[in-house]
T-cell receptor
Framework: SQQGEEDPQALSIQEGENATMNCSYK?????LQWYRQNSGRGLVHLIL?????REKHSGRLRVTLDTSKKSSSLLITASRAADTASYFC????????????FGKGTRLSVIA | DGGITQSPKYLFRKEGQNVTLSCEQN?????MYWYRQDPGQGLRLIYY???????QKGDIAEGYSVSREKKESFPLTVTSAQKNPTAFYLC????????????FGPGTRLTVT
């Protein structure tokens, strides 16, 4: 069963612009993670934010978490053509010894 | 060079044949996972194992089987009972059961005709 829903499904921007992707989920979580997937490759972990955190930064990435709205956003600043990829959110559900649950992803295209 | 490997990268089989996908990790991770990804879709969990000699079904286990005889290895067999086996298969591993990240292999693209 899919827990996270990313929005939008696809996003196309110019190089240098900021890209914002959103993720909504249904149940209480321990943490929420964002992953990146280049076409035809495996996923790469980007950032993890715990349920008691509201914002986290890593390089050009900024993640926010609003547990009252059960939503998260991933902001990529000053995007580059190399940021073109699919981005997935994944949630670790609270109180369950089950693996991460992934959303369907946002496909980002950065045009040079 | 630590990591998780999957082989082969591309695999072609005739309908009705079983096929086994390899997944090996040298990260000393306890947990391993198999996912299926269809075009433009997210990941769906097939099976996972949190310890050697034990594994659990995921959301779409029907038509698949796994074994976990060694910590490093978690092979997936796609049986002839799987009605629509053509897909991209991803293996992952992780350490710990809280606030962990998953490490993914490069994937195997299986085509069944």
């Amino acid at each position: 069963s899919q827990q996270g829903e990313e929005d939008p499904q696809a996003l196309s921007i110019q190089e240098g612009e900021n890209a914002t992707m959103n993720c909504s989920y249904k149940t209480s979580i321990n943490n929420l993670q964002w992953y990146r997937q280049n076409s035809g490759r495996g996923l790469v972990h980007l950032i993890l934010i715990r349920s008691n955190e509201r914002e986290k930064h890593s390089g050009r990435l900024r993640v926010t978490l609003d547990t009252s709205k059960k939503s998260s956003s991933l902001l990529i600043t000053a995007s580059r053509a190399a940021d073109t990829a699919s981005y997935f959110c994944a949630t670790e559900r609270r109180g369950e010894a089950t693996p991460l649950v992934f959303g369907k992803g946002t496909r980002l295209s950065v045009i040079a | 060079d630590g990591g998780i490997t999957q082989s082969p990268k591309y695999l072609f089989r005739k309908e009705g044949q079983n096929v086994t996908l390899s997944c090996e990790q040298n990260l000393n991770h306890d947990a391993m996972y198999w996912y299926r990804q269809d075009p433009g879709q997210g990941l769906r969990l097939i099976y996972y194992s949190q310890i050697v000699n034990d594994f659990q079904k995921g959301d779409i286990a029907e038509g698949y089987s796994v074994s976990r005889e060694k910590k490093e290895s978690f092979p997936l067999t796609v049986t002839s009972a799987q009605k629509n086996p053509t897909a991209f298969y991803l293996c992952a591993s992780s350490n710990g059961d809280r606030d962990y990240e998953q490490y993914f292999g490069p994937g195997t693209r299986l085509t069944v005709t």
